[in-house]
């Protein structure tokens, strides 16, 4: 069984650029979550979609926004890109409805870095 | 808003010996669960707790849940380099949403 998939591996953008990430959850899975991972910040919980529809996001301004597919993939992107959104952006997918309720699969995740 | 707090935040132990992480929570939790990061890697699930005072085990690791269900412990026995990483603890905001403790990175030395 295939796990999450993320893509691309690295993503070099300029201070002001748009970036746009991607996620394939694991098959049968529905739940999508975004994290942002900062050096020494943790993992920062981004945006949760499910069935298409965005169910939660955590505390970030609205230049981060994403959507999800029929196909039950997800986008994450990150408009007017600040120097500070350099990160790993990781996503996670769930079978269980909500990540409180059990265990999350997470992909390899997709560094930012913003020059 | 629920704050997941770890310590240690970083600990070096030599192979064979002990380690533990501690995971303090603001307020009572449903469940807690335990994730294990390696250097250059992602978050692994490596166990969910719900009972209060509950304890698992898996091989050389113990975990367990307060009597209270505001904190929660790793316990590594005989640390192997095979241990190293970044072990976070997550706790749930209703049923949407995990709070993540900002982890305990362990280094091993042989």
């Known amino acids: 069984e295939a796990g999450v998939t993320q893509s691309p591996t690295h993503l070099i953008k300029t201070r002001g650029q748009q970036a746009t990430l991607r996620c394939s959850p694991i098959?049968?899975?529905?739940?999508v979550y975004w994290y942002q991972q900062a050096l020494g910040l943790g993992l920062q919980f981004l945006l949760w979609?499910?069935?298409?529809?965005?169910?939660n996001r955590g505390n970030f301004p609205p230049r981060f926004s994403g959507r999800q597919f029929p196909n039950y993939s997800s986008e994450l992107n990150v408009n007017a890109l600040e120097l500070e959104d350099s990160a790993l952006y990781l996503c996670?997918?769930?079978?269980?409805?909500?990540?409180?309720?059990?265990?999350?699969?997470f992909g390899p995740g997709t560094r930012l870095t913003v020059t | 808003g629920q704050q997941v707090m770890q310590i240690p935040q970083y600990q070096h132990v030599q192979e064979g010996e002990d380690f533990t992480t501690y995971c303090n929570s603001s307020?009572?939790?449903?469940?807690i669960q335990w994730y294990k990061q390696r250097p250059g890697g992602h978050p692994v699930f490596l166990i969910q707790?719900?009972?209060?005072?509950e304890v698992k085990k898996q091989k050389r690791l113990t975990f367990q849940f307060g009597e209270a269900k505001k904190n929660s412990s790793l316990h590594i026995t005989a640390t192997q380099t095979t241990d190293v990483g970044t072990y976070f603890c997550?706790?749930?905001?209703?049923?949407?949403?995990?709070?993540f403790g900002k982890g305990t990175m362990l280094l091993v030395s042989p």
């Open positions: 996670a997918s769930s079978y269980l409805l909500g990540q409180a309720r059990g265990e999350q699969y």
């Open positions: 098959s049968g899975h529905t739940s």
């Open positions: 979609y499910d069935e298409g529809e965005e169910r």
């Open positions: 307020t009572t939790l449903s469940n």
């Open positions: 707790l719900v009972k209060s005072g």
């Open positions: 997550a706790g749930p905001q209703g049923y949407s949403t995990l709070t």
